[in-house]
């Protein structure tokens, strides 16, 4: 069988021809314990897939479990605008709201139990995350380390701290290692990359490999029909190398990918990867091999920066590079998530001193900027903890221009590039900046991390004077648009388009279907020629149901957005 030898292949190259045999058949009595799951009728990618970001108890109700009231939330007003939910991590857990998981098979009983999501899956598909990097260390399974229980002694990276670390790569400023002390007495310096409270997973070990195939096919028979693989670009670690996208790290990615393609062929993976573009798409592989979506972490620090300088030529440039590898591959387009704004993937796009630029507004407007560790001991811009609403409403306002539109606009290039959408919960619910949460907790993400009553959101979604209500409703009614056009199938073919410095413009076709989307992303109004659209005749605006005939200009007021089609007749003005 091709898929057991591809596995077979990956093991003997990421352990040894030795070691890879011993692995594969751990892997392989796993593999004959689960059953096969048939390839979907329905391919992941086209222009229906939208994805919704959320906790699951981001929403709450007195006296409900919190995946009940989010269910029910749910069924009213996203069925049939969102083909998946992304649940950020529901497990029992210990810090990090949710990432420092202490028990991989379990729900955490504050939020409900299995029967919730599966019941949920029936109306969404269902995307999970999956923890690879680390454990809690309040885990049982961290506990069974300490005293050296069998199958757990090589379960973390113990390390000589005399060692020189200096070539590893940052993403945080703690130090790398934490001691432990071990039932025997035995103090260890373990590997930490994010906290002391999440423990790196020693993926030399066949433990751990056999421990996370098992999470691995237990999501999957769960309902998981996406998998998030959090922070994987730290998987393997080697003493003297950089410990991030090592050649094993890609292996392991093709491994979990091989083992999908035997037992549940319809399963997407996408891999989180905060980091510069050209790192971030090594993710794709060979277009067939390994990833099949990768986060396009460029997007949001870029956006924000082409609405705070109004100039959308930088944003056009790199947007013209968007291209997977295969037809088996696309972007997951995003601009906000439950962490803050990354600005690593400008390095390389963007100079220093315009990340900078970047970091100093949201210690203005928000919790501030998290930093990073280099390797000469200085520290840098990591991510900004602000929401992207605030964010992209920093600064002045426009008289006369509703912000909830200067929002949409930067939403709605996200919704025309090529890829699947994906928007976070307090995005399209208009919600800012959380700062009694980090009064509370110390941590600059919990800006971004509110739980919100369920009962306070329904009443602002009924106000048309709240913020949130012309936010929700609009963006809603943006996505339902989107779904029913051919043109923003992933596959469509985009052309970036040179109309205006203050204008994002792309022009999407697909099997006979043209879409021209127009933003400003200034407070200026900016008059383009139509005839440089590319399209012939009339013109109707897909979002508004305007119908323009010929034009001689096209006027795009601030922040003003269009998806314009050719229409082959126009209705006469009525006398």
Request: aromatic share 10%; glycine share 6%.
């Amino acid at each position: 069988m091709a898929g057991m030898q591809s596995i077979r292949n990956l093991l003997d190259q990421i352990y040894s021809p030795e070691k890879g045999a011993r692995a594969f058949e751990r892997v392989r009595r796993l593999l004959e314990r689960f059953p096969i799951h048939p390839t979907s009728k329905r391919h992941f990618f086209s222009q229906n897939d939208t994805v919704l970001i959320t906790y699951a108890d981001s929403l709450r109700e007195d006296g409900q479990p919190p995946l009940q009231t989010f269910r029910e939330f749910a069924g009213e007003y996203f069925k049939d605008v969102f083909s998946t939910i992304h649940f950020l991590p529901f497990f029992p857990y210990s810090s990090d709201d949710g990432f420092s998981v202490m028990d991989f098979f379990a729900i955490d009983p504050n939020l409900g139990g299995w029967t919730d999501v599966e019941t949920l899956g029936e109306d969404f598909d269902l995307m999970f995350d999956m923890v690879l990097n680390h454990i809690s260390a309040r885990s049982a399974w961290f506990d069974n380390y300490l005293r050296n229980e069998p199958g757990f002694e090589t379960l973390a990276l113990a390390v000589d701290p005399s060692k020189n670390l200096s070539m590893v790569t940052r993403p945080r400023t703690h130090p790398l290692l934490t001691p432990f002390r071990k039932e025997n007495k035995e103090t260890v310096h373990l590997w930490t990359t994010f906290s002391e409270d999440q423990i790196d997973l020693n993926y030399q070990s066949l433990d751990v490999l056999e421990k996370m195939v098992s999470v691995l096919l237990f999501y999957v028979e769960k309902g998981a029909r996406v998998l998030r693989f959090d922070a994987i670009a730290y998987l393997w670690k080697e003493i003297g190398a950089n410990c991030i996208h090592l050649p094993q790290t890609h292996a392991m990615v093709k491994l979990f990918r091989a083992i999908l393609d035997v037992v549940a062929p319809s399963t997407i993976i996408i891999t989180e990867t905060n980091v510069p573009h050209p790192e971030n798409i090594s993710y794709f592989g060979g277009g067939r091999d390994e990833a099949q979506m990768v986060y396009n972490f460029t997007l949001p620090p870029l956006l924000l920066h082409t609405f705070q300088t109004g100039d959308a030529r930088t944003l056009s440039n790199w947007a013209a590079t968007l291209q997977p590898p295969s037809t088996e591959t696309t972007f997951f387009n995003f601009t906000a998530s439950h962490d803050g704004i990354g600005v690593r993937p400008l390095e390389g796009i963007l100079p220093h001193e315009e990340i900078r630029k970047l970091a100093d507004m949201a210690n203005v407007h928000g919790a501030g900027a998290s930093m990073k560790r280099n390797p000469d001991g200085s520290d840098s811009p990591y991510e900004l903890n602000i929401t992207y609403m605030d964010a992209i409403l920093s600064g002045p306002a426009t008289p006369g221009i509703d912000p909830a539109r200067k929002f949409l606009a930067s939403q709605a290039i996200q919704y025309v590039l090529p890829g699947v959408p994906a928007t976070y919960i307090h995005s399209i619910l208009g919600s800012g900046n959380w700062n009694e949460g980090v009064r509370m907790t110390g941590r600059p993400r919990t800006i971004n991390r509110e739980k919100l009553s369920v009962r306070t959101i329904g009443q602002k979604l009924k106000d048309p004077e709240t913020l949130g209500f012309r936010i929700f409703h609009s963006y809603i009614h943006l996505i339902r648009v989107r779904k029913n056009q051919r043109a923003f199938n992933p596959c469509a073919a985009m052309r970036v388009l040179d109309l205006h410095p203050s204008v994002f413009a792309v022009s999407r076709e697909y099997d006979g279907q043209i879409i021209v989307a127009l933003t400003n992303v200034s407070s200026n109004e900016v008059v383009i020629s139509p005839g440089d659209t590319g399209l012939p005749g009339g013109m109707e605006d897909l979002l508004t149901g305007n119908r323009l005939k010929k034009p001689a200009q096209l006027h795009l007021g601030p922040y003003e957005y269009v998806w314009l089609t050719p229409i082959e007749t126009v209705p006469e003005d009525p006398l």
